[in-house]
């Protein structure tokens, strides 16, 4: 309602808008916008037709001959649904919603789907509220699925602790679409009563519920699909894909900074599987968005691996539309949103113009100003002092024990079991691994040792550790890590390179040690220096060294994590 609007005004109003619409649709008035003489995507009949498109108050109200005020030729281009991001944690970005928005909207990106479970696992259910103030009133709708698994599961360390009671009143707003990614398949498959009643919770609302479930198969993903997982982002093959997808779940097709799944399901891009296939990023660095773009680079890397650009373009826009059922985007019709974008061609796919909900937001190489949101002070404070723990010492991270070692697997999560080591040793590339605890002030450390990583001096740490971000560290020796732990302690959050006892880059994260309050260039230029000082200590290339630790300690991908408690077997579900 507007600010002092009563419901019958409100009615009114409506009716009003509603009969405005009617009447340009029949052409009697001319409408807000009118796309000329456009070649637009049409994702009922899969095939391009051609026409103008008319807009009236956000909505397209009809293709064929209108005209307007306010024309734009678009006979040039090719105009395509607002692209959709199905799965995307906007914290992976290291920038603020703001400055995501800045960054995407100039790649067609017009609706993401985000769930905030990284800084939940920080903040609890203030991380929920400082991302929806952060996202409110953006260019690019920002909806939210609820974290299922704060913590991820009973192993992990986090800032909080959530049930299904804590988060059922936000199922409610506007914005939220469901359960996001149901992470503890293991306790869904072994019926654990909060996990199941999370899952019923969001049902009760009518909402979906998303899956995380790698690897899995036979009985036990039968089990996981009649809980009620709807989807699943974390298909690293063709086989378990299709399972998953004969037995009912939709599949987001994962192309990120840290894992990339399209050329191992390209084939779901067919006429006989592509309509249960979406597009998603799940995290997204700087580096990447800059250079690369956002599901605008999965549909030009898909269309140049063989996909059907209908089918790539589908699968990036009305698929997620409509699984998310978000009835009114996803399409170029009469009565949805004006959510549009021109592409050049369908080999390169670049973006010339976005409009949302009937605005121009991106033209000319120029992306409109917008306003930043405004975040209530009490939750500004609270994501800026989110670290409590002691300093760490190199005594503190002493072990006399042979203990498990996690073996790298290139562009993948998922790890091997590498047995146990009595040591570090260089020269086999075996470094030690440590994840403290930063949260409560426990003084819990976990160590383990890591096979593939490449490091020969210093130290790496970062407070972005999955999903409890605790500090983790990598090093060659003990006061290394301890100085790159204590680096990323004082900055409260960040990433640290350190070597000989000195940083030699470090990138603060101020809120919540997840994300940065400067600018996505500034943050880029950061990242990619402490990226560089890292390599020159070691790291191999291929590795991103920041992303590929991050995901070290998440409990819930095989085979081996290491938590503040030691060295986690996932598949196991036990310590080694």
């Given at each position: 309602?507007?600010?002092?609007?009563?419901?019958?005004?409100?009615?009114?109003?409506?009716?009003?808008?509603k009969?405005?619409?009617?009447?340009?649709?029949?052409?009697?008035?001319?409408?807000?916008?009118?796309?000329?003489?456009?070649?637009?995507l049409?994702?009922?009949?899969?095939?391009?037709?051609?026409?103008?498109?008319?807009?009236a108050?956000g909505?397209?109200?009809?293709?064929?001959?209108y005209?307007?005020?306010?024309?734009?030729?678009?006979?040039?281009?090719?105009v395509c649904?607002?692209f959709?991001?199905?799965?995307?944690h906007?914290?992976?970005?290291?920038?603020?919603?703001?400055?995501?928005?800045?960054a995407?909207?100039?790649?067609?990106?017009?609706?993401?789907?985000?769930?905030?479970?990284?800084?939940?696992?920080?903040?609890?259910?203030?991380?929920?509220d400082?991302?929806?103030?952060?996202?409110?009133?953006?260019?690019?709708?920002?909806h939210?699925?609820?974290p299922?698994?704060?913590?991820?599961?009973?192993?992990?360390?986090?800032?909080?602790e959530?049930?299904y009671?804590?988060?059922?009143?936000?199922?409610?707003?506007?914005?939220?679409?469901?359960?996001?990614?149901?992470m503890?398949?293991?306790?869904?498959v072994?019926?654990?009563?909060?996990?199941?009643?999370?899952?019923?919770?969001?049902?009760?609302?009518?909402?979906k519920?998303?899956?995380?479930?790698?690897?899995?198969?036979?009985h036990?993903?039968?089990a996981?699909?009649?809980?009620?997982?709807?989807?699943?982002?974390?298909?690293?093959?063709?086989?378990?894909?299709?399972?998953?997808?004969?037995?009912?779940?939709?599949?987001?097709?994962?192309?990120?900074?840290?894992?990339?799944?399209?050329?191992?399901?390209?084939?779901?891009?067919?006429?006989?599987?592509?309509?249960?296939?979406?597009?998603?990023?799940?995290?997204?660095?700087?580096?990447?968005l800059?250079?690369?773009g956002?599901?605008?680079?999965?549909?030009r890397?898909?269309?140049?691996?063989?996909?059907?650009?209908?089918?790539a373009?589908?699968?990036?826009?009305?698929?997620?539309?409509?699984?998310f059922?978000?009835?009114?985007?996803?399409?170029?019709?009469?009565g949805?949103?004006?959510?549009?974008?021109?592409?050049n061609?369908?080999?390169?796919f670049?973006?010339?113009?976005?409009?949302?909900k009937?605005?121009?937001?991106?033209?000319?190489?120029?992306?409109?100003p917008?306003?930043?949101?405004?975040?209530?002070?009490p939750?500004r404070?609270?994501?800026?002092?989110?670290?409590?723990?002691?300093?760490?010492?190199?005594?503190?991270?002493q072990?006399?024990?042979?203990?498990?070692?996690?073996?790298?697997?290139?562009r993948?999560?998922?790890?091997?079991d590498?047995?146990?080591?009595?040591?570090?040793d260089?020269?086999?590339?075996?470094?030690?691994?440590c994840?403290?605890?930063?949260?409560?002030?426990?003084?819990?450390?976990?160590?383990?040792?890591?096979?593939?990583?490449?490091?020969?001096?210093?130290?790496?740490a970062t407070?972005?550790?999955?999903?409890?971000?605790?500090?983790?560290?990598?090093?060659?020796?003990?006061?290394?890590?301890?100085?790159?732990?204590?680096?990323?302690?004082q900055m409260?959050?960040?990433?640290?390179?350190?070597?000989?006892?000195?940083?030699?880059?470090?990138?603060?994260?101020s809120?919540?040690?997840?994300?940065?309050?400067?600018?996505?260039?500034?943050v880029n230029?950061?990242l990619?220096?402490?990226k560089?000082?890292?390599?020159?200590?070691?790291?191999?290339?291929?590795?991103?060294?920041?992303?590929?630790?991050?995901f070290?300690s998440?409990?819930?991908?095989?085979?081996?994590?290491?938590?503040?408690?030691?060295?986690?077997?996932?598949?196991?579900q036990?310590?080694?």
């Amino acid at each position: 309602m507007l600010p002092n609007e009563t419901h019958v005004e409100k009615v009114q109003r409506k009716l009003e808008k509603k009969q405005r619409a009617v009447r340009i649709a029949l052409g009697l008035e001319k409408a807000d916008l009118v796309l000329k003489n456009a070649n637009y995507l049409n994702v009922f009949s899969n095939e391009f037709c051609r026409g103008d498109i008319a807009v009236a108050d956000g909505l397209i109200v009809g293709m064929g001959e209108y005209t307007s005020d306010t024309e734009l030729d678009a006979s040039q281009g090719i105009v395509c649904p607002g692209f959709i991001d199905a799965h995307i944690h906007l914290e992976s970005s290291l920038v603020t919603p703001w400055e995501f928005a800045r960054a995407v909207i100039p790649h067609g990106t017009t609706t993401v789907i985000t769930d905030p479970h990284e800084i939940t696992n920080v903040m609890g259910l203030q991380g929920i509220d400082y991302m929806l103030a952060a996202s409110a009133g953006l260019p690019m709708d920002v909806h939210f699925m609820l974290p299922s698994c704060v913590p991820a599961t009973p192993q992990d360390e986090s800032g909080a602790e959530l049930d299904y009671r804590s988060i059922d009143p936000y199922f409610d707003h506007p914005r939220v679409l469901g359960l996001a990614e149901m992470m503890n398949y293991v306790g869904v498959v072994n019926q654990d009563a909060q996990s199941i009643r999370k899952i019923l919770c969001s049902q009760a609302h009518h909402k979906k519920i998303d899956g995380h479930a790698p690897g899995l198969t036979g009985h036990a993903l039968n089990a996981y699909i009649a809980a009620g997982v709807y989807s699943d982002h974390e298909c690293f093959t063709l086989d378990n894909a299709l399972e998953k997808l004969r037995k009912g779940q939709f599949i987001m097709i994962r192309e990120g900074t840290a894992a990339h799944n399209l050329e191992a399901l390209l084939p779901l891009l067919s006429p006989q599987f592509y309509s249960r296939v979406m597009f998603a990023t799940d995290d997204k660095h700087p580096s990447d968005l800059m250079r690369g773009g956002h599901i605008d680079h999965i549909v030009r890397k898909a269309v140049a691996l063989g996909a059907d650009p209908i089918l790539a373009l589908k699968a990036a826009t009305h698929n997620a539309a409509r699984y998310f059922l978000m009835n009114n985007k996803g399409a170029i019709a009469p009565g949805y949103l004006a959510d549009l974008i021109v592409i050049n061609n369908l080999q390169d796919f670049h973006v010339e113009t976005v409009i949302k909900k009937g605005k121009i937001v991106y033209a000319d190489g120029q992306t409109a100003p917008f306003p930043k949101p405004d975040i209530p002070s009490p939750l500004r404070e609270d994501a800026i002092n989110t670290m409590h723990l002691p300093a760490v010492t190199a005594d503190d991270l002493q072990t006399s024990r042979p203990l498990a070692c996690l073996g790298l697997i290139p562009r993948e999560l998922i790890t091997s079991d590498l047995g146990f080591e009595p040591h570090a040793d260089i020269q086999r590339d075996i470094l030690k691994l440590c994840v403290v605890e930063r949260h409560r002030n426990t003084g819990h450390i976990g160590i383990g040792y890591l096979h593939g990583y490449g490091l020969k001096q210093g130290a790496v740490a970062t407070s972005i550790a999955h999903d409890s971000h605790n500090i983790i560290a990598v090093g060659v020796d003990d006061a290394d890590i301890a100085t790159a732990v204590n680096q990323v302690r004082q900055m409260g959050g960040g990433i640290a390179v350190v070597c000989g006892g000195k940083a030699l880059h470090s990138l603060p994260l101020s809120i919540a040690g997840l994300i940065s309050d400067q600018p996505l260039e500034h943050v880029n230029m950061q990242l990619e220096a402490a990226k560089s000082d890292a390599v020159s200590l070691g790291v191999k290339p291929g590795i991103d060294p920041f992303m590929t630790l991050s995901f070290l300690s998440l409990p819930v991908i095989p085979a081996l994590r290491v938590t503040t408690r030691g060295v986690f077997h996932v598949e196991r579900q036990e310590y080694l």
